[in-house]
């Protein structure tokens, strides 16, 4: 899909109307309100200063000069540089407060409060206010005040004890699972909080972390462990409760096989050629299989190991079993699928030039989303925001003297 060159006038998605103020920085806060701003709601991403979101400073890959990993975490948001350490700044974010319905923030938990600008005051200055809090660990518990990242977050949830092949190191997911549900939980829980704000006029807050995220991410594991006392391992691709649900080598590169029931696994037999492993007392039922994973996993292997991916995903679909290849990153993106359902944008950066990103992963029938706008430049909009907040040009000059401000 290729984005509009100027905003529409009016937005279109079904959180039109909705203005949002962004304080976050990195991946966890701007997933959230990039999902905001794809769905239509009018967000400003506030940025500090000196220098602006952390991730401007990501050395690799940059395009032509602009961090790759910024542009992508914050496309359809305008940008405004605000020094909240400066007295016109923190007045400056307070105004604009009075007039936003959300506030989002990942700072360390108390740092808003040391600045004067706690949830308290906030919605002492807007009751409608939701202020949606993304941290490391949440706002309450012995760890409310302790700094958080995908990686710490994964560990501590037990993600890396079970992802990886069995007797190998923790590893952490290929992706930084953490942080993006967290954006993604704290997107859900601005918009049921919108919600009842419609209803009653009343703001709240909204709290969860990466470490909520993480565990929300344990689910199969953690009804194990619920059940048995017992900490499942790592089982690589392998699924933890059902076979054969996993990667294959097929001649040309890998595939995934879903075996998630027994008529699934029947039809696997048949599509192999060996229809006798229905009756074999190693892989009769799923329990068997679970049981004889390692022999059942070696016997595919060689069957499937004669012919391509796409020979076997052939086969398998006409036979109504669930397979797919193990694509590259590349092949993911540029895959017909994937560009029919929209989800790779075209946009044009005013110093990075042509760029593209990953489209909204949510699609309406009403009320579209469109994604019109790259990630901003550093301040690229602070006047045009100003003004539409009430200031003129004169006091908005006064503001980028004292260095309250910043400007493209």
């Not at 923030?105 to 906030?122: H, I, S």
């Not at 993480?214 to 462990?225: D, E, G, M």
């Not at 294959?248 to 599509?271: L, M, P, S, Y």
Request: contains cysteine; hydrophobic residues 40%; charged residues 20%.
């Amino acid at each position: 899909m290729t984005a509009d060159p100027t905003p529409p006038s009016t937005p279109t998605g079904p959180l039109a109307g909705m203005r949002v103020l962004d304080l976050t920085q990195i991946m966890a806060g701007p997933t959230c309100t990039m999902m905001l701003a794809d769905m239509g709601a009018d967000v400003v991403k506030i940025e500090k200063l000196p220098g602006g979101d952390d991730s401007r400073g990501y050395r690799d890959p940059r395009v032509n000069g602009v961090s790759a990993p910024f542009m992508i975490m914050n496309r359809n948001k305008r940008g405004l540089a605000l020094n909240l350490k400066l007295e016109q700044g923190r007045e400056v974010l307070l105004r604009m407060a009075r007039q936003a319905d959300v506030l989002v923030e990942n700072f360390r938990g108390g740092t808003l409060e040391k600045l004067g600008l706690g949830f308290d005051v906030l919605r002492a200055a807007n009751p409608g206010l939701i202020c949606c809090s993304i941290s490391g660990y949440g706002r309450t518990g012995p760890y409310a005040d302790k700094g958080g990242f995908d990686l710490i977050a994964q560990g501590f949830a037990g993600l890396m004890s079970v992802t990886g092949e069995p007797g190998g190191p923790p590893v952490k997911t290929g992706n930084p699972v953490s942080d993006m549900n967290a954006g993604v939980l704290a997107a859900t829980g601005v918009v049921a909080a919108y919600v009842h704000k419609l209803k009653t006029g009343q703001g709240q807050v909204v709290d969860t972390s990466l470490m909520d995220a993480a565990l929300q991410q344990t689910c199969w594991h953690a009804a194990v462990f619920f059940a048995t006392g017992d900490s499942p391992g790592p089982t690589g691709s392998a699924h933890l409760l059902t076979a054969p649900y996993q990667a294959f080598k097929a001649r040309d590169g890998w595939i995934n096989i879903g075996g998630a029931n027994q008529a699934n696994w029947e039809r696997i037999t048949q599509v192999l050629g060996h229809p006798e492993w229905r009756d074999d007392p190693r892989y009769a039922t799923n329990s068997d299989r679970m049981a004889h994973l390692a022999p059942l996993v070696e016997a595919m292997n060689q069957v499937l190991v004669t012919r391509t991916r796409a020979e076997w995903t052939a086969a398998f679909d006409a036979a109504g079993v669930p397979v797919g290849p193990v694509h590259s990153i590349g092949e993911a993106l540029t895959h017909p699928q994937t560009l029919a359902r929209e989800m790779v944008v075209d946009l044009v950066h005013p110093q990075a030039g042509p760029t593209r990103a990953i489209g909204c992963p949510v699609h309406f029938s009403a009320t579209p989303t469109r994604i019109t706008r790259p990630a901003p430049m550093l301040g690229e909009h602070t006047r045009e925001l100003l003004r539409e907040y009430g200031w003129s040009d004169a006091q908005i000059d006064d503001l980028v003297q004292a260095g309250a401000v910043q400007e493209a």
